[in-house]
């Protein structure tokens, strides 16, 4: 199992939530034509219940809907950037939902105060996830630094310049904690 914020948390999602569609599909119908075998009638108690696999199953579709137009980062790049982020929290494939907008950065990094991200090359609204991510970081820490690049190399050159001073191992958890649980 690939957690939130891993390589290759996307495709593992998108393989997981395909399946978990496709059995909800299998037994809703299994159900469906088992009860009416039994009763020769499709009204039946076996119907609900075949009737109910539906929202199971639409809870998978919205999964597949949010997650389906999004990419993964390749290994080389999620290994280049690892190595970049050195003792900071790295996550990748960070898809993220405010109550507007589904947003995707390939790279989120905490470090040192900062919180560091590079956005995916979809098409989103850029100003909205940088202010978006600002107040949601601020709520957690308000005094951690947000900043997000368009490109790898911007990242890695901020990274060179950024202070080496450790930042509080408490609020950095908690700031970890809260990037967390804003992913899908």
Known sequence: MIDKGEFGYIRNQKKINLIWLAA?????VAIFICGYLLTKTRANIFTVIAVLMVLPAAKRVVALVVMMPR?????ERYDRM????????LFTDYVFTSTEKIMHLDFL????????????????????????????????APDFHITVFDTDGQMIRHLDKLAQTEADPERTEKVREYLRSLAV
């Open 71 to 75: 990419r993964g980062v390749e290994r």
């Open 82 to 89: 690892s190595q970049a982020a050195g003792e900071g929290i």
């Open 109 to 140: 990094l905490i470090r040192n105060g900062n919180v560091l991200g590079v956005t995916a090359p979809s098409r989103q609204d850029v100003e909205y996830m940088k202010k978006y991510l600002a107040d949601s970081v601020h709520k957690a």
């Open 24 to 28: 909800f599909i299998l037994i809703g």
